[in-house]
């Protein structure tokens, strides 16, 4: 069956059918599309396949390299989603498109010519480097994703490369109104290095003072931050080379984790600055704070309003780089999807791209849900008000 191709000139459709508990994801990519939907949804799922449909050579020459078998579709489907994963296909019946081409399991290694188009930065990340050195693709079993094996490894280079030393203020990497952003709401003053412990193995350490701190030892937020900032640093050659050769594309599965709302402000001025790069980003989360980012670039856009509002939503200085961050920021095509359960534990998309608190569809008013509760707590409150006065 013909799947409907890429909506426009820009937006990319990805289409899944009957993958797991996926029964039909219909998802038109724009420069910033924003999955949400509940726990064990299969947004992972999703953006595991987007990789897979844009990188397959890559992930296949990784595999091979690593010493794994891949020319079984079964295992090779548990070689990239997880061992266990090959049941989730079923002959017949599964179905995945991208940009109105089918995905054919026996191919996947046909995909592209082996570069990256895109780069996937998975949840879970700081559990990659639990004891402050991340560890290449091959010492990973296949229990894990190859999309969290593939980002682990690039951890392992960057931290084992000649640059490695000082990986946190860079004058380099970041604009200076980003630098002190994250600064003030994740390290508040503090250096992250690369160090050599008492065992003179070469670890992660937050400096602050005298103070050398182990990894385990940060904060949750600092913990999880850190891996997403340096696999930004992929993306991000200098301040002089707006962006990396061959990759168009950026997966972040859950940028809020761990994080104050402070932070995500951050995080998410990061991903704007990866837009006016010319990346295209697919986020997955459950913030209601990423989704009223998107709704206010949404109602910024329909009402012309100026690039210094943006500056002035995300608290940094209206320097002549962040102007252009901003302006290019209005200019962008806005997406959100939710992925929930049917009623019979399967999975189905809706476009809620509209996030308009008047919607009479309540997944596109309640933002996929994720502004249900505290419109019910806040309820709550005012039947508690009216029952004590009355």
């Known amino acids: 069956m013909a799947r409907k191709k890429s909506e426009g000139s820009k937006r990319v459709n990805l289409w899944i059918g009957n993958f797991a508990h996926l029964k039909e994801v219909d998802v038109s990519l724009g420069d910033l599309t924003v999955l949400v939907g509940p726990q064990g949804a299969g947004k992972s799922l999703a953006l595991q396949w987007l990789k897979t449909a844009m990188d397959g050579r890559q992930i296949i020459d990784q595999l091979r390299y690593a010493g794994h078998p891949t020319d079984r579709p079964d295992v090779l489907l548990d070689l990239i989603f997880g061992a266990g994963m090959a049941p989730a296909w079923r002959d017949g019946e599964s179905e995945v498109w991208l940009g109105g081409k089918p995905i054919s399991l026996n191919k996947i290694g046909k995909i592209g010519d082996g570069t990256e188009r895109l780069f996937?930065?998975?949840a879970h990340r700081s559990?990659?480097?639990?004891d402050g050195w991340a560890s290449p693709f091959q010492k990973l079993t296949s229990d894990t994703p190859a999309v969290a094996r593939m980002f682990s490894q690039n951890l392992f280079d960057r931290f084992s490369g000649k640059d490695a030393g000082t990986l946190f203020p860079l004058d380099r990497r970041l604009k200076k109104e980003i630098r002190t952003q994250i600064d003030e709401a994740v390290f508040h003053g503090g250096t992250v290095r690369i160090e050599e412990d008492a065992q003179h193995a070469r670890r992660l350490r937050l400096i602050h003072d005298d103070m050398h701190l182990p990894f385990m030892t940060w904060t949750a937020g600092q913990r999880e931050f850190t891996p997403l900032l340096l696999g930004l640093y992929h993306l991000l050659p200098s301040t002089t080379v707006r962006k990396r050769e061959g990759t168009d594309w950026v997966v972040i599965e859950e940028p809020?984790?761990?994080?104050?709302?402070q932070?995500?402000?951050a995080?998410?001025?990061l991903v704007l600055d990866l837009l006016w790069r010319g990346y295209r980003v697919v986020l997955s989360t459950h913030s209601p704070h990423v989704l009223t980012m998107l709704w206010m670039m949404r109602q910024l856009q329909?009402?012309?309003a100026r690039s210094q509002l943006i500056?002035?939503?995300f608290g940094v200085v209206s320097s002549q780089q962040m102007q252009l961050v901003a302006k290019a920021a209005l200019e962008k095509?806005?997406?959100?999807y939710l992925l929930d359960f049917d009623g019979q534990g399967k999975v189905i998309s809706t476009d809620i791209s509209e996030l308009d608190p008047s919607s009479d569809d309540e997944r596109i008013a309640g933002w996929g849900g994720l502004t249900e509760y505290s419109s019910r707590f806040g309820e709550t409150v005012r039947q508690a008000v009216n029952e004590s006065e009355s």
């Open 120 to 122: 996937f930065i998975p």
């Open 256 to 261: 809020e984790m761990g994080l104050h709302p």
């Open 302 to 304: 329909v009402h012309g």
């Open 333 to 336: 095509d806005y997406r959100a």
């Open 311 to 313: 500056c002035d939503a």
């Open 127 to 130: 559990m990659l480097i639990s």
């Open 263 to 265: 932070a995500i402000t």
């Open 267 to 269: 995080v998410m001025l």
